[in-house]
């Protein structure tokens, strides 16, 4: 809710969902969602640090990363958990799973067991996408919310920036991490921005770590390879098409944009 309307009938609320769309809702239409996965850091936070009783809710999902074996005490917890009709959710490498199947708590009830396959490049890009207009950013780069582009862009950063293995060990929490880095360099590089700045509200690829050169830096790299070009001997005229000299001279023709005759420039947005 971004703007509770003068009172009136119906209590009317202005609403505005992760697409961006603005909708007007009375106050009964307007139901919280429940929290139907409830993150763990460990199986001890269902415990009351005062009076060492269970506090797990009926009816209630639980998640859990496996962060390293599990212990007898952590399986009176998974009992006292399922009897109160509630489930924890636990994932983590094939590995960690197979190192916690002697609990106790597993011996007695078998859980069931879900392989899920690794993520992919696009997978991970998709995720971030996902969570960019969750946000309320417009985008990132090039790529704006909502188009195809938004994922190019997000998946040519992730390919430069991590490999199958990093992204097999973090799956979709790399996502998330991945995300919350890049709005910390965001607003690490926007701090003296206005507050109404557009750069505030769209991402780059430097904020996710990737190096992007500017136009002036490609300009010069381009005029440095020129000059390493210019001093080689034997390899023709830049007007000769097949000698290497010439070859050189139509690609940064084709670089910069200069079509051949007309001496001018097409660019586009």
Not at 129 to 158: C, F, M, N, S
Not at 197 to 210: A, I, N, V, Y
Request: aromatic residues 6%.
């Amino acid at each position: 809710v971004v703007e509770e309307f003068p009172a009136g009938t119906s209590k009317p609320f202005r609403v505005q969902g992760p697409s961006g769309r603005y909708g007007n809702y009375r106050e009964d239409e307007l139901v919280a969602e429940a929290d139907l996965l409830i993150p763990l850091g460990s199986l001890q936070e269902l415990i009351d640090p005062k009076t060492g009783k269970l506090r797990a809710a009926e009816r209630t999902c639980y998640y859990l990363r496996f962060a390293g074996a599990l212990s007898e005490a952590d399986a009176t917890i998974l009992e006292g958990v399922l009897e109160m009709e509630s489930v924890v959710i636990m994932a983590g490498s094939p590995e960690t799973v197979e190192a916690n199947a002697q609990l106790s708590a597993f011996r007695r009830r078998q859980p069931d067991l879900l392989v899920l396959p690794t993520l992919t490049h696009t997978d991970v890009a998709r995720l971030i996408a996902i969570e960019v207009e969750k946000r309320g950013y417009e985008g990132v780069g090039e790529g704006d919310v909502g188009t195809p582009q938004l994922v190019t862009v997000l998946e040519h950063i992730v390919r430069q920036r991590f490999d199958e293995q990093l992204i097999r060990e973090k799956n979709g929490h790399l996502a998330r991490d991945v995300l919350d880095l890049a709005i910390s360099r965001k607003n690490d590089r926007t701090w003296a921005d206005s507050l109404d700045s557009k750069e505030r509200f769209r991402l780059t690829p430097t904020d996710f770590g990737l190096d992007v050169l500017t136009v002036e830096q490609r300009e010069r790299r381009l005029q440095e390879v020129e000059a390493e070009v210019a001093s080689l001997v034997g390899w023709g005229s830049p007007d000769d098409a097949l000698a290497p000299r010439g070859f050189f001279t139509t690609l940064r023709r084709q670089l910069s944009g200069k079509v051949p005759g007309n001496g001018g420039t097409s660019s586009a947005a």
